[in-house]
């Protein structure tokens, strides 16, 4: 290893970014597609939930230079102009540039310390500090350590390694002030026992960069469950059916037992032993998909039926979770609830009734969507979800910023019932559902003739991003305008699924019930 600031790489020599060493660590193969085949990796467009995770780390990276003021801002690929500012000794710089003859990377901030004579290097991260700590710390501490062993080799004077990332206990009063909002948290300890095990990564890294063919198959994603698989899994393992072990309802928290179907060959999910160990949901699971039919729990599922009153009120949300809080009362990633679907079944036999709310002005929706849901909720009955931890706790949310509004929406929370239960506790079991328990694999298995496909917004990540566009002025007012319909017609079917899923449950019990009677 060696090389100084801008020093130029062979013609036949593909230098090591920090993203891709970061997904090598991930998986290997992967990071040799993604140099040497990118019209394979990028094969598949990002979808809007990670484009939208890129849009707000540049958003929060831009406001956290505000911590550290007055920084001279590098042009993208600017080895030369940062090493230059460097020997100047400029007092902050914003995404400084730096390479060797086998290594790049660009870091978020570098403030100059009078006290210590080095560098501080601020890595800015847009999340916070809440879920999976240990394992996003350890990532962090990896990306960290790989831009500290670059700016050595560049004979950047370094000091401390520090992690810029999101308040999760900050709430905001309806101005956002920057000191709360972000943490600053010292990582040197953390990331500098790291660096002789990161700089021999690296190096392996590198030079399987340089392969002129892809490593053998299989990638080490072929132990991990579906979920966790690298982007050009298919491709990669060609020998991987498409409905495979991997999809077994859990598997990735079981990993000797899906290294032991794998090593022996079975990767069908058809082809799993009868008498392999696994799980009362997967053993279900597997049993559907060799019979290819569903299998029903009938008196459990009567007996859910059976506690669902009229009038019957089918209910979403769509919701925005906003990184920098807009409003009074929100912290980082605290979801903003926007819009809601509500169909009502007043009696038995009785149609739909549908009802709908969207807010799209740039102020606080909060006060306005409690009241309309008051306003199109009956007084009693059941309310029916999907997934109920989730409305339920926007409603607890809601209730916190709106204390005039608590009892009514604990009245609201104390009626949900979860219509996914029905799937997560399989009564009900069918092939086409691959152990998956959402709305948009139920639907099409139990309602085919109701579906998503040809919607201009198909999921949840759209909707969310459909809306900011809309309410932070980028849309036109035409524009606009087809986006609120295009919310209204998703959201709609979303309500209207769990309708229709219901309904084809009534009609499974009822059916039993007919062959007793007849």
Not at 349 to 369: I, K, Q, R, S, Y
Not at 480 to 509: P, Q
Request: hydrophobic share 40%; glycine share 6%; net charge negative.
């Amino acid at each position: 290893m060696g090389g100084g600031c801008g020093t130029a790489a062979g013609s036949d020599m593909k230098k090591l970014s920090k993203t891709n060493y970061l997904v090598y660590r991930d998986c290997a193969h992967n990071a040799w597609v993604k140099v040497h085949k990118p019209e394979i990796y990028h094969a598949v467009s990002l979808s809007v939930f990670e484009q939208a995770i890129i849009e707000v780390g540049n958003d929060v990276d831009v406001r956290a230079r505000e911590l550290f003021p007055d920084g001279i801002l590098v042009r993208r690929g600017d080895a030369v102009g940062t090493a230059e500012l460097v020997a100047a000794r400029a007092p902050v710089i914003y995404q400084p540039v730096f390479e060797t003859d086998r290594y790049t990377t660009a870091c978020d901030i570098l403030a100059w310390n009078a006290a210590t004579g080095a560098y501080d290097l601020y890595e800015v991260k847009a999340s916070t500090s809440g879920e999976d700590r240990k394992a996003k710390d350890d990532l962090y501490a990896h990306d960290i350590a790989f831009q500290a062993l670059v700016l050595q080799e560049n004979g950047v004077p370094l000091g401390g390694l520090h992690l810029v990332r999101l308040n999760g206990e900050y709430v905001s009063d309806g101005k956002l002030d920057l000191n709360l909002l972000f943490t600053r948290e010292d990582f040197t300890d953390r990331v500098t026992p790291l660096l002789a095990a990161v700089r021999a990564e690296m190096d392996a890294a590198h030079d399987l960069m340089q392969l002129p063919s892809r490593p053998a198959a299989p990638c080490t994603c072929i132990y991990k469950g579906r979920s966790s698989q690298c982007t050009t899994f298919s491709y990669i393992n060609t020998n991987v059916p498409d409905y495979s072990v991997h999809d077994l309802t859990r598997i990735g928290a079981s990993p000797k037992k899906l290294k032991a179907l794998v090593d022996d060959g079975i990767l069908a999910i058809t082809d799993v032993p009868d008498e392999f160990e696994l799980t009362v949901p997967q053993r279900n699971q597997v049993a559907a998909a060799k019979r290819r039919r569903p299998s029903v729990e009938l008196d459990p599922l009567a007996a859910f039926l059976d506690e669902i009153h009229y009038p019957i009120a089918f209910l979403d949300y769509e919701t925005y979770p906003c990184a920098l809080p807009r409003f009074a009362g929100y912290g980082p990633f605290n979801h903003v609830p926007f819009q809601f679907s509500l169909h009502v079944v007043k009696a038995p036999g009785g149609d739909a009734v549908h009802h709908e709310f969207l807010f799209t002005e740039a102020t606080c929706p909060d006060a306005p969507f409690v009241a309309a849901l008051k306003a199109a909720l009956p007084a009693e009955g059941s309310i029916i979800v999907w997934n109920k931890p989730f409305e339920k706790g926007i409603n607890a949310k809601l209730a916190e910023r709106l204390p005039a509004e608590q009892s009514a929406l604990a009245a609201i929370n104390d009626r949900v019932i979860d219509l996914m239960d029905v799937f997560t506790e399989q009564m009900l079991v069918h092939p086409g559902f691959r152990g998956k328990t959402s709305i948009k694999w139920v639907l099409p298995a139990l309602v085919p003739g109701l579906s998503y496909k040809g919607l201009a917004i198909q999921e949840g990540a759209t909707a969310s991003e459909t809306w900011n566009s809309i309410v932070t002025g980028e849309l036109e007012p035409a524009e606009a305008a087809e986006a609120r319909k295009n919310l209204l017609t998703y959201c709609g079917l979303d309500s209207l699924a769990m309708v229709e899923i219901w309904r084809a449950l009534l009609a499974t019990v009822a059916a039993r019930e007919l062959r007793e009677a007849g």
